[in-house]
């Protein structure tokens, strides 16, 4: 596969408050992310109390890039994590579905490109690493998703996936979980340019599999030696697994 040049995103953005359904529509979630791109860097700091710093620095570290790899970062919203994982030497992509997104990130010197992860348009083995964080769990096909990772990336590779997840302290479960649906969205209201949005976030972090469901998931998509790592209590889980050679 040819490496594919930076795109020229053009878009218009939305100001009208925006909040996906649960059934994950993807023209829904799309223009959700259309909705938030301008401050969601800033919100996601906020909101993590700054976590969102070292959740990042997990996830470089478990994806290990090293100088000629080709990486993968799936769900890259403004490229953040892009450009910090191409530090490494490799050369990485950004996809996302969201162009309001990709847009908010174009002064980022990394390649983007629109892409749907349920169906990427690259060909069969091309990325030593897959990764993906806080994605996965707005895509409407989840199963679907980790299979084309899984196509897309060569034998002996690698996939990393970041995803809020289920806190392993019962009594800071419960507090985490008032925090989400009460608080968060209070928070999200000061800073963000649709504040909606997260109350979808805090939705469908309460809707998603918990640790060990994810990795049952993931096995049975066809990934190998698939294994998990809960950041800050819980709250984020990162999954890895590998492509059999």
Not at 75 to 90: E, I, N, Q, R, Y
Not at 151 to 168: D, H, L, N, Q
Not at 204 to 218: D, E, G, K, T
Request: proline share 5%; net charge positive.
């Amino acid at each position: 596969m040819s490496r594919p040049s930076r795109v020229r995103v053009e878009y218009v953005a939305k100001t009208q408050s925006v909040r996906a359904s649960l059934d994950k529509q993807p023209h829904e979630v799309a223009s959700m992310f259309d909705g938030v791109a301008k401050r969601y860097d800033l919100t996601n700091t906020v909101i993590s109390a700054g976590q969102d710093r070292y959740w990042r620095w997990a996830v470089h570290k478990a994806v290990a890039p090293r100088p000629g790899e080709r990486v993968l970062d799936l769900a890259a919203g403004t490229g953040v994590s892009t450009l910090d994982l191409a530090k490494s030497g490799a050369w990485c992509l950004a996809a996302d579905f969201s162009k309001g997104m990709l847009a908010a990130g174009k002064f980022r010197e990394v390649p983007m490109v629109a892409a749907d992860a349920t169906n990427l348009p690259f060909a069969d083995d091309s990325f030593d690493a897959v990764t993906i964080s806080y994605g996965l769990r707005n895509i409407s096909d989840t199963d679907q998703a980790l299979r084309e990772m899984l196509r897309v990336t060569k034998p002996g590779g690698r996939m990393v996936i970041a995803e809020f997840s289920t806190p392993i302290i019962p009594v800071f479960r419960t507090v985490y979980m008032e925090y989400l649906m009460k608080a968060l969205p209070k928070v999200a209201r000061a800073v963000s340019s649709n504040p909606d949005a997260y109350v979808y976030l805090a939705e469908s972090v309460r809707a998603w599999p918990n640790q060990r469901q994810l990795a049952m998931r993931i096995a049975d998509a066809g990934w190998s030696s698939v294994k998990w790592r809960n950041l800050t209590g819980g709250v984020v889980a990162l999954h890895r697994g590998y492509k059999l050679g």
